[in-house]
């Protein structure tokens, strides 16, 4: 079955910067494109990054390009999401995602992510 | 950016009832659309992808329908365990966006 697990989510300071992690396991990781999607507190859902199954064609929003950055290392099953310059608006639950036939086919549980001074 | 609008961000239906949500896209999206069910404390779950393509294990009274900029997702002999909010979300072009939701309780 695929699994999928975040960590890294945390308390941090506006203008701060925090590393999530997201293991994969379940499926051939290298082959898939995967990407973060956020949920806002008021329950709206954002995508935030998509990567390339091999990792070298990444893919933003206006609101968090050249903040954020999404990476992965197929030799360890893991996805990755620097961020920084963190905003308020940048508190959110973090979920890790990997496509199906269309759309986000399988999601973490999600990592929690809140941004206040 | 494409603009995804679920014009009701509530519903009530009676049980064993039928219900429209509807999605409607500020652009053409053919049909790179996708609806999501999410229960409280939980992620997402995909339910229909490619607008009317039901992924496997979700119960055959749902389905989906639309095309161009207009979608729908109902649900017939609506149960208990359908209680839970919907979205739509768009995969047609980058910024990928999703509805607001629409949140479904037993009337």
């Known amino acids: 079955d695929v699994k999928l697990v975040e960590s890294g989510g945390g308390l941090v300071k506006p203008g701060g910067s925090l590393k999530l992690s997201c293991a994969a396991s379940?499926?051939?990781?290298?082959?898939?494109?995967m990407s973060w999607v956020r949920q806002t507190p008021e329950k709206r859902l954002e995508w935030v990054a998509t990567?390339?199954?091999?990792?070298?064609?990444?893919y933003y929003p206006d609101s968090v390009k050249g903040r954020f950055t999404i990476s992965r290392d197929n030799a360890k099953n893991t996805l990755y999401l620097q961020m920084s310059s963190l905003k308020s608006e940048d508190t959110a639950m973090y979920y890790c995602?990997?496509?199906?036939?269309?759309?986000?086919?399988?999601w973490g549980q999600g990592t929690l992510v809140t941004v206040s001074a | 950016d494409i603009q995804m609008t679920q014009s009701s961000s509530y519903l009530s239906v009676s049980l064993g009832g039928r219900v429209t949500i509807t999605c409607k896209a500020s652009?053409?999206?053919?049909?790179?659309l996708a609806w999501y069910q999410q229960k409280p404390g939980n992620a997402p779950r995909l339910l229909i992808s490619?607008?009317?393509s039901l992924e496997t294990g979700v119960p055959s009274r749902f389905s989906g329908s639309g095309s161009g900029k207009d979608y729908t997702l109902s649900i017939t002999s609506l149960q208990t365990e359908d209680v839970a909010t919907y979205y739509c979300?768009?995969?047609?072009?980058?910024?990928?966006?999703f509805g607001g939701g629409t949140k479904l309780e037993i009337k």
């Open positions: 995602t990997r496509y199906g036939k269309g759309g986000f086919a399988y």
């Open positions: 379940g499926f051939t990781f290298s082959s898939y494109p």
């Open positions: 990567i390339s199954s091999c990792g070298n064609y990444t």
């Open positions: 652009d053409h999206i053919n049909n790179w």
């Open positions: 490619g607008a009317t």
């Open positions: 979300q768009q995969y047609w072009s980058t910024p990928y966006t």
